[in-house]
Antibody, heavy 120, light 107 residues
């Protein structure tokens, strides 16, 4: 059974850094696409980044140059490294994956989310 | 970036009603359009992918249609558990983008 469990969300000051983790079970992180999607409290969904099975990455313009997606095959864990955090990065961060469709963006599995709050 | 525009942003309906939500893409996305349902305090869940393919376990009262730039999600007869927020999303090209959401409330 596929499970995604995020952790690492907390309160951080503007300009600070944080690393989120997503523990994966049910498949190996190197075998599938994995994305981060965020949602500001009370707002809509925003795709953040993806890591392809071949290691290629893509980012939303809003985080490019500040966030980095990575994975640790030995721990079967996905990460999101966030630097230069801004108030507008405050959101629930979900890891998500696709096992159904023809693209990496058909998210049929989601984690429960972890809250990042950027505030002084 | 491809912009996804959903309408309406909210609607009130009664149990048993038929509802339709529309989603328009700013350019053609072929058939790479997905629909999600999100209930308060929960993660989104995939309802329909590739325009009309029902995700496993999703009731058949949900259906999707469209192609190119214009798409619809229809719920043929609302059940109490269907009151939620619905999002469309294109998976045609990065950055993947979502519609602004449609909140379906009880009348």
């Amino acid at each position: 059974e596929v499970q995604l469990v995020e952790s690492g969300g907390t309160l951080v000051q503007p300009g600070g850094s944080l690393r989120l983790s997503c523990a994966v079970s049910g498949f190996t992180v190197s075998s599938n696409y994995l994305s981060w999607v965020r949602q500001a409290p009370g707002k809509g969904l925003e795709w953040v980044t993806v890591i392809h099975s071949d290691g290629k990455t893509d980012y939303a313009d809003s985080v490019k140059g500040r966030f980095t997606i990575s994975r640790d095959n030995s721990k079967n864990t996905l990460y999101l490294h966030m630097n230069g955090l801004r108030a507008e990065d405050t959101a629930f961060y979900y890891c998500a994956t696709s096992t159904v469709g023809a693209t990496y963006g058909d998210f049929d599995y989601w984690g429960q989310g972890t809250l990042v709050t950027v505030s002084s | 970036d491809i912009q996804m525009t959903q309408s309406p942003s909210s609607l009130s309906a009664s149990v048993g009603d038929r509802i339709t939500i529309t989603c328009r893409a700013s350019q053609s996305i072929s058939s790479l359009l997905n629909w999600y349902q999100q209930k308060p305090g929960k993660s989104p869940s995939l309802l329909i992918y590739a325009v009309s393919r029902l995700q496993s376990g999703v009731p058949s009262r949900f259906s999707g249609s469209g192609s190119g730039t214009d798409f619809t999600l229809t719920v043929s007869s609302l059940e109490p558990e269907d009151f939620a927020t619905y999002y469309c999303q294109q998976s045609y090209s990065p950055p993947l983008t979502f519609g602004g959401g449609t909140r379906v409330e009880i009348k």
